[in-house]
């Protein structure tokens, strides 16, 4: 059974500091998807990781894929209050045979001004 | 890009009712959508996965009676929580693949938050 996780799941961090959100999954997939949630609201799609070593940047963000490591990180540079928000790893289970995703337990995230 | 909508997006009713939720893909075809649903706090649990003609895959622990799937064709998905209860309040929201991606991304719906009361 796939199993997505994410650490740490509550992260209040200063404005202008850099941070790292991890996650990590336990079976093969190449196919990873980063999230953000504002409250009350659905998903915003910010990275589509398909390849071991895959790395993507938008602005203060920056998502890495190593799949041999079943890992991904979501770095965060020089936070800002906007940045605040619930962020998500999700894994396609198409390694498993399927195509469904697989949510980790998301990281809340508070920028202090 | 690749649009989803869902409707509606918030829905108050009386237990016992049934209450039916949308989820259209308004710009490209979908033979596959999923439902998810997500409590104050909580990540995103898959319910289900839509099939375009053909039976829904529910998840384990999700009862296919009260969840009732209906993919009638390619744009279109319906969830109908029947007969629902306070503990069937969340937010639920969609998914559609994009039958003409060039992967398995899937876009996302705005949610749909149910209040049983």
């Known amino acids: 059974e796939l199993k997505v996780e994410q650490n740490p799941l509550f992260l209040s961090m200063q404005e202008g500091k850099n941070y790292t959100i991890y996650c990590n999954y336990s079976t093969t997939s190449d196919r990873l998807y980063w999230y953000r949630q504002d409250p009350g609201k659905s998903l915003e799609s910010l990275f589509v990781?398909?390849?071991?070593?895959a790395v993507k940047q938008e602005g203060r963000l920056m998502a890495s894929l190593d799949t041999k490591a079943r890992l991904s990180t979501l770095h965060i540079t020089a936070a800002v209050h906007d940045l605040s928000a619930t962020y998500f790893c999700?894994?396609?289970?198409?390694?498993?045979?399927?195509?469904?995703?697989?949510f980790g337990t998301g990281t809340r995230l508070k920028v202090l001004a | 890009g690749a649009v989803v909508s869902q409707h509606p997006s918030r829905v108050i009713c009386k237990s016992g009712t049934s209450v039916k939720i949308e989820c259209r893909s308004l710009d490209f075809q979908a033979t596959t959508m999923f439902w998810y649903r997500q409590f104050p706090k909580q990540s995103l649990m898959l319910m289900a996965t839509?099939?375009?003609?053909?039976?829904?895959?529910?998840e384990q622990g999700v009862e296919k009676d009260k969840f009732l799937i209906n993919h009638a064709s390619l744009t279109l998905s319906t969830l109908t929580v029947t007969s629902a209860h306070p503990e069937d309040s969340s937010f639920y929201i969609c998914?559609?693949?994009?039958?003409?991606?060039?992967?398995?991304?899937?876009?996302f719906g705005p949610g749909t938050r149910l209040l049983v009361l």
């Open positions: 990781l398909l390849s071991n070593g």
């Open positions: 839509s099939n375009e003609g053909s039976k829904a895959t529910y």
């Open positions: 998914s559609a693949r994009d039958d003409g991606g060039l992967d398995e991304t899937q876009y």
């Open positions: 999700a894994v396609d289970g198409v390694g498993s045979g399927t195509y469904k995703y697989i």
